[in-house]
């Protein structure tokens, strides 16, 4: 008899959603961009589509595989653009949970995302400056660091709700 893998539905959305945002972070990946490790987070629209949809724990896990599985597939995994990542993403899920605990539904998904994008930039630039350039002159980088979580995070956020709108409501 054959050993069977049993996998539940939450399993499988989970794979779907992280083999998704893994693509999108493979594409995004090779757009170049006029600040290094600056990306436009677009494979974070699918990490707070299932938050808002289906629960932080499903979003955890698709965040951090897509961080993973992502990393390995751009030749990345164990280097400083890795540790980085997983930074901004356990950043960026910490202020997602506790926002979502605390302000549910006073926060949309523009809001959340803009959150998130500037928790992701923040972990990213706390462990940049702990691990690798810890320089006064770093800390000037921050507020235009910021800022552009902050514009990439709306654009997120709108995409995000713009897909949302249209997705039909979770079923049990």
């Known amino acids: 008899m054959a050993n ?8 499988r959305l989970v794979a779907g959603f992280a ?6 972070h493979v594409l995004e990946s090779a757009i170049p961009m006029p600040l290094p490790g600056v990306k436009p987070g677009l ?14 724990r499903m979003a955890a896990a698709v965040s951090l595989l897509r961080v993973i599985v992502g990393s390995i597939f751009i ?20 202020v ?3 926002l979502v605990l605390l302000a549910g539904r006073w926060t949309g998904p523009v809001g959340l ?4 994008g ?10 940049a400056w702990w691990l690798f ?16 979580a902050m514009g990439l995070g709306a654009a997120t956020g709108i995409i995000a709700a713009g897909i949302l709108q249209r997705m039909p409501q979770k079923t049990a």
């Open 43 to 56: 494979a974070n629209v699918i990490v707070l589509i299932v938050l808002l949809r289906y629960g932080f």
């Open 4 to 11: 069977t893998v049993n996998s539940t539905r939450n399993d």
């Open 75 to 94: 030749g990345t995994f164990l280097t400083p653009t890795f540790f980085l990542s997983l930074a901004g993403g356990l950043a960026s899920l910490g």
């Open 118 to 127: 500037m928790a992701h930039m923040a972990g990213q630039f706390l462990l």
């Open 133 to 148: 350039v810890p320089h006064p002159a770093l800390l000037n980088l921050l507020p235009v660091l910021l800022a552009l």
């Open 96 to 98: 997602a949970g506790a």
């Open 113 to 116: 995302a803009m959150a998130m």
């Open 19 to 24: 083999a998704l945002a893994v693509s999108i």
